[in-house]
């Protein structure tokens, strides 16, 4: 299947991809260029996650637990001073 335009086509070929390294460098270029994009994907989450204020790492007492549920709504006084007996009870 030689013909007279056979070689002009390989040589084409190899001119416009470089022997096949334009393929590896291409692919090699996607990459790069994705990890770069995740990368920063991360570092914005990270950062955007330390401008939330954490809780304090303090361990709260079961009696400002109860206080807070109180301020909150959750609980009436009625059930807030009960509730603060038994607590004050298992000390």
Known sequence: MHG?????????WMHTYGNGYGTIWMILFWIL???????LIVKIIKS???????????????LHILQERLVRGEIDEAEYERLKAIIKKDE
């Not at 007279?4 to 084409?12: I, K, S, Y």
């Not at 260029?33 to 990368?39: A, H, M, N, P």
């Not at 955007?48 to 079961?62: F, L, M, R, V």
């Open 48 to 62: 955007s996650k330390k401008e939330i204020p954490q809780p304090t790492e303090q361990k709260q007492t079961p």
């Open 33 to 39: 260029l994705l990890g770069i994009v995740v990368y």
């Open 4 to 12: 007279p335009h056979h070689g002009d086509t390989e040589m084409h």
